[in-house]
């Protein structure tokens, strides 16, 4: 962190084979009408297409404002947190505001809304907003992120742990609420990052939830979420919250972090029975098994293994019409 009075917010903006989205992002940030000053930080990871040359555009004819760095060499590929590294540690702004670029915000008073709150609130370490999805062709999804039924206005630690449920997108955090070092050993080798920033920064203040849509979001299927193997993603979240389980000694977060360990785990292992990789898959049961957790989890969980253990094939068909009968979304 290099702090600057004179800027209010660093836009972080990674990004890597983004020439089809580049565009509206960045557009969405040069849009932003606020009574401060800010930046515009964009990473791009040696991109193979014209995305490069598009920055470059914009850089040209904003040199005061976006300031790029253009890697020669694939950075995310050797294990480096680019957006930790190459963005937020140069950033000079009181504020931080991520986007990635295949992402982009709509309305032009999001950042002022956003900073305007945490100026006024200043035990909330960050907030946030809902966002609108979009498909690889442009076409509006039906959901919207997050739930806006179901999320809180105001998000503690208990809540973020839980789960990755806020749009990278619509963040705006504190700049010095970030310890890199805890950063790096609680998201080695794991396929996100964000959701690790969000519980190193809630640790230290609430997230206030903004009910509107002010971004959107793209489910592309070169994305990282989207690419990402399932089998993988099960396996990085368990690595996640077994260092969590580490890292907090908070009665409280220990309890949700074993029981959303249970739920995980049985994500996992039909995961397994899927792939036929079923050595993985029994030994995991046993573990599942054995957990004490598991036994205080109730009956809700035992059926549910019990039914991914003796009809595997079926497991999906019974969880979908169940969802459809209590009228839950996908």
């Given at each position: 962190?290099?702090?600057?009075?004179?800027?209010?917010?660093?836009?972080?903006?990674?990004?890597?084979?983004?020439?089809?989205?580049?565009?509206?992002?960045?557009?969405?940030?040069?849009?932003?009408?606020?009574?401060?000053?800010?930046?515009?930080?964009?990473?791009?990871?040696?991109?193979?297409?014209?995305?490069?040359?598009?920055i470059r555009e914009y850089e040209k004819k904003f040199p005061d404002l976006?300031?790029?760095?253009?890697?020669?060499?694939?950075?995310?590929?050797?294990?480096?947190?680019?957006?930790?590294?190459?963005?937020?540690?140069?950033?000079?702004?009181?504020?931080?505001?991520?986007?990635?670029?295949?992402?982009?915000?709509?309305?032009?008073?999001?950042?002022?809304k956003q900073v305007d709150f945490l100026e006024k609130n200043k035990n909330?370490?960050?907030?946030?907003?809902?966002?609108?999805?979009?498909?690889?062709?442009?076409?509006?999804?039906?959901?919207?992120?997050?739930?806006n039924k179901k999320t809180k206005k105001i998000n503690k630690l208990n809540?973020?742990?839980?789960?990755?449920?806020?749009?990278?997108?619509?963040?705006?955090?504190?700049?010095?609420?970030?310890?890199?070092?805890?950063?790096?050993?609680?998201?080695?080798?794991?396929?996100?990052?964000?959701?690790?920033?969000?519980?190193?920064?809630?640790?230290?203040?609430?997230?206030?939830?903004?009910?509107?849509?002010?971004?959107?979001?793209?489910?592309?299927?070169?994305?990282?979420?989207?690419?990402?193997?399932?089998?993988?993603?099960?396996?990085?979240?368990?690595?996640?919250?077994?260092?969590?389980?580490?890292?907090?000694?908070?009665?409280?977060?220990?309890?949700?972090?074993?029981?959303?360990?249970?739920?995980?785990?049985?994500?996992?292992?039909?995961?397994?029975?899927?792939?036929?990789?079923?050595?993985?898959?029994?030994?995991?049961?046993?573990?599942?098994?054995?957990?004490?957790?598991?036994?205080?989890?109730?009956?809700?969980?035992?059926?549910?293994?019990?039914?991914?253990?003796?009809?595997?094939?079926?497991?999906?068909?019974?969880?979908?019409?169940?969802?459809?009968?209590?009228?839950?979304?996908?």
């Open positions: 962190m290099i702090c600057n009075s004179d800027i209010m917010v660093s836009i972080c903006c990674i990004t890597y084979n983004h020439e089809r989205y580049i565009r509206d992002a960045i557009e969405g940030f040069l849009m932003q009408k606020t009574n401060f000053r800010y930046e515009i930080l964009i990473h791009d990871d040696a991109s193979t297409d014209d995305t490069a040359n598009i976006i300031k790029p760095i253009y890697q020669k060499e694939n950075q995310w590929s050797k294990g480096v947190s680019v957006g930790v590294e190459y963005n937020l540690k140069r950033a000079k702004g009181k504020y931080i505001a991520l986007c990635e670029g295949d992402d982009y915000w709509t309305d032009p008073y999001k950042l002022q909330f370490s960050m907030c946030f907003h809902g966002v609108e999805k979009k498909d690889d062709e442009g076409r509006y999804l039906k959901n919207h992120w997050p739930n809540e973020i742990v839980k789960g990755n449920n806020i749009p990278t997108c619509s963040i705006v955090f504190r700049n010095n609420f970030i310890n890199y070092k805890e950063f790096k050993i609680l998201s080695e080798n794991l396929f996100f990052g964000d959701w690790v920033l969000q519980v190193l920064i809630t640790k230290k203040g609430p997230a206030y939830f903004f009910n509107e849509n002010m971004g959107v979001y793209r489910v592309t299927k070169k994305g990282l979420t989207q690419s990402t193997d399932a089998i993988k993603k099960l396996e990085d979240i368990l690595k996640f919250y077994k260092r969590l389980d580490k890292y907090f000694d908070d009665k409280n977060i220990k309890r949700i972090i074993n029981k959303k360990m249970i739920q995980y785990k049985i994500e996992l292992y039909i995961e397994y029975v899927k792939k036929n990789e079923l050595e993985k898959a029994e030994e995991l049961f046993q573990n599942i098994k054995k957990s004490d957790i598991f036994i205080k989890a109730g009956p809700k969980e035992s059926l549910k293994l019990f039914l991914i253990k003796h009809f595997p094939n079926q497991y999906d068909n019974i969880r979908q019409n169940y969802r459809k009968l209590r009228g839950i979304e996908e």
